[in-house]
């Protein structure tokens, strides 16, 4: 089993920017891919964006590129999103979650075993 845990959303301008950070306990975090979803209301839950075990490797939606990081501290067992400059489409509920698949695509919500509660981001234009 894994726990996480995201923080870092709130209410943020548009151009703005967050980070988002979420803390994993349980397993080994390593033996697992990371990744962040987003859903909007109404809407389906979104890829973001993805990074490997050892964080060799980054995928990222095509909406963020550029405008958000993925990145992971596997000595302190989290994976954090940057996101810059937000717009008002980018409010969401946003999500990350672990697979013990190591292989693509890393954008389908079904090969991911755990997921967090979710944190809300709110860009106001």
């Known amino acids: 089993q894994v726990q996480l845990v995201e923080s870092g959303g709130g209410l943020v301008q548009a151009g703005g920017s967050l980070r988002l950070s979420c803390a994993a306990s349980g397993r080994a975090f390593s033996n697992y891919v990371m990744g962040w979803f987003r859903q909007a209301p109404g809407k389906e839950r979104e890829f973001l964006a993805s990074?490997?075990?050892?964080?060799?490797?980054?995928y990222y939606e095509d909406s963020v590129k550029g405008r958000f990081t993925i990145s992971r501290d596997n000595a302190e067992n989290t994976v954090s999103l940057q996101m810059n400059s937000l717009k008002p489409e980018d409010t969401a509920v946003y999500y990350c979650a672990a697979s013990s698949r190591y292989s693509p695509p890393y954008s389908d919500t079904r090969r991911y075993d755990y997921w967090g509660q979710g944190t809300q981001v709110t860009v106001s234009s």
């Open positions: 990074i490997t075990r050892y964080g060799t490797g980054t």
